[in-house]
């Protein structure tokens, strides 16, 4: 299977409470920065991004999120619930031990390990969405294939963003870029190796 991570992001890069307050971001006073960004051409094409999934892989925070949120929504009542309801879910935690959203494992042990088991996995597309922690892992392990990064064009001024101040550099092979009618583009990156720096 092909990982791919799906991150709303805005223009300087913050990732954090974009769809609006929720319990694991108290306090945080510019949440839902990304909501009003989105018209029924954008979410058409993000509920097609989750059925084209064979999989999900999380980590534990955006996992919680989420099993509160879309897995407790009745069959048909969204393409993205019945996608994320309908198909197997994993988990990233070494503090889960009893995860209450069907069909769902925890993978406590060798991360690198079983994600590279699932990757082997005949299938389509092994789908990691928001996990801003998880994700900055996985691109430094070489385990992500594309990146679908949603950007909206506002600037959140604070945050957290999805790549930090120091951290490993990378190059990225654009792959697609499209532009929806309120202003978000979608960019898909592939990683490419180490960036190269002029020398003169």
Request: cysteine-free; charged content about 20%; overall charge negative.
């Amino acid at each position: 299977m092909k990982l791919t991570t799906t991150t709303q992001v805005s223009v300087d890069g913050v990732m954090q409470a974009n769809g609006g307050p929720n319990v694991l971001d108290p306090g945080f006073e510019r949440s839902g920065w990304a909501r009003p960004l989105f018209n029924s051409e954008t979410m058409t094409f993000v509920d097609q991004l989750y059925q084209r999934a064979d999989t999900f892989l999380f980590g534990r925070r955006t996992y919680e999120l989420f099993a509160g949120y879309w897995g407790v929504m009745d069959p048909g009542s969204s393409p993205i619930a019945d996608a994320l309801n309908t198909r197997p879910k994993y988990v990233a935690s070494s503090t889960l031990t009893d995860p209450r959203w069907a069909d769902t494992t925890v993978l406590s042990g060798d991360l690198a390990a079983a994600i590279g088991e699932l990757k082997a996995k005949p299938g389509g597309e092994l789908q990691v969405h928001g996990s801003g922690r998880l994700v900055r892992w996985l691109l430094e392990n070489d385990l992500v294939d594309e990146m679908n990064l949603l950007i909206g064009p506002v600037v959140v001024g604070q945050g957290t963003r999805l790549f930090p101040d120091n951290g490993p550099d990378m190059a990225l092979d654009l792959v697609e870029s499209r532009a929806f009618p309120k202003g978000i583009t979608l960019q898909v990156y592939r990683p490419a190796g180490r960036p190269q720096y002029a020398t003169d």
